[in-house]
Nanobody
Framework: QVQLAESGGGSVQAGGSLRLSCAAS????????MAWFRQAPGKEREGLGW????????YCADSVKGRFTISQDNAKNTLYLQINSLKPEDTAMYYC???????????????????WGQGTQVTVSS
């Protein structure tokens, strides 16, 4: 059973940075496709980026590239999301997710992932 637990969220001012962590159960990062999503109030869950094993990270939108960086530490079974130059519109609940298989033309959609953490809240004030 895959277990995921996010942490690192908080309240920050615009322009600041945060690094979110996702602690995963053993061997998850090397076996499953891993992703970060976020969900703002009243909006659908939005894919930020995904990767598998030691492969390249694929970012889901051009708007994410540059400010968002996904990385991993396999020894610690931990996935990270670094967010720089935070904006008020980044306010959302951030989730990590895992899926065993690859979905053609997918992997940025909520329905393509079976396992989810409980989320960590990020609030950005102007």
């Amino acid at each position: 059973q895959v277990q995921l637990a996010e942490s690192g969220g908080g309240s920050v001012q615009a322009g600041g940075s945060l690094r979110l962590s996702c602690a995963a159960s053993a061997h998850t990062l090397s076996t499953y496709y891993m992703a970060w999503f976020r969900q703002a109030p009243g909006k659908e869950r939005e894919g930020l980026g995904w990767f598998q094993g030691n492969g390249e990270t694929i970012y889901c939108a051009d708007s994410v590239k540059g400010r968002f960086t996904i990385s991993q530490d396999n020894a610690k079974n931990t996935l990270y999301l670094q967010i720089n130059s935070l904006k008020p519109e980044d306010t959302a609940m951030y989730y990590c997710a895992a899926n065993l298989g690859y979905v053609l033309h997918g992997m940025c959609r909520e329905r393509d992932f079976d396992y989810w953490g409980q989320g960590t809240q990020v609030t950005v004030s102007s």
